[in-house]
């Protein structure tokens, strides 16, 4: 049965789900329908524009809570982490339709020792560029699956007013005592790329 959790619980992964060895982390949003545009907008061009809001989703591999490589991003343009254990199922340009956008497959065995957590963000693709923020998401959740058997574990569907935000820590799965844990972040920054949400954890 799945856990509906609220901002900062955690749950324990590896006491719950015994013999749990796989995850799908799923990752959803949807965008907010666009205001009318007036005549001036329609004369001159919104602001915002009319473009697609594209929310790429990321996994950072943390050693001791510090991000030490650029090859411990897996992303969009780095879909497999070296050690085989994450694997981005591919980039959702839009957010359209029901269900995960975008999903990200943790092999909990193969994640090399001294690697003791993965961060999952959101962030929106040249958001300043396109006066782009999460105030115009909705929807947005992180969930994560028994990859063995399609049963999801928890959900965390974030709630808050996240109005002047580019990027997103959804949240964070992580060893504490030699047992999986899932943490829903749901912390909102201002950073406009993946490689300046990185910065935080480096």
């Given at each position: 049965?799945s856990?509906n959790?609220?901002?900062?619980q955690?749950v324990?992964l590896?006491k719950?789900?015994?013999?749990l ?5 799923g ?10 545009k007036?005549?001036l907008?329609?004369?001159f ?13 990321s ?5 001791n ?6 090859r ?21 340009l839009?957010?359209?339709g029901d ?24 962030n929106?693709?040249q ?6 923020q ?7 959740f ?38 999986w ?6 912390n ?15």
């Open positions: 049965m856990v959790l609220q901002k900062g955690k324990n590896s719950e789900n015994a013999g060895s796989k995850i799908c982390v990752l959803g949003w949807d965008e907010a329908k666009k205001e009318k007036g005549f907008n329609t004369l061009g919104s602001v915002s524009g009319d473009a697609d809001i594209d929310c790429d989703a996994a950072i591999l943390l050693k809570d510090k991000m030490v490589s650029d411990d991003l897996v992303f969009f343009r780095n879909l497999n982490h070296h050690s085989g254990a994450i694997k981005h199922m591919g980039d959702n839009t957010g359209a269900g995960d956008d975008e999903q990200i497959i943790v092999d909990l065995k193969k994640i090399p020792n001294g690697y003791n957590k993965i961060v999952f963000v959101v929106i693709y958001a300043a560029q396109r006066s782009q999460f105030g115009m998401i909705k929807n947005a992180i969930r994560l699956v028994d990859a063995n058997n399609n049963t999801e574990i928890c959900r965390y569907n974030l709630s808050e007013d996240y109005t002047g935000m580019t990027a997103m820590i959804f949240g964070e799965v992580y060893l504490h005592n030699g047992e844990k899932f943490n829903a972040v749901g909102g920054t201002k950073d406009n790329s993946i490689q300046a949400l990185c910065e935080r954890f480096k």
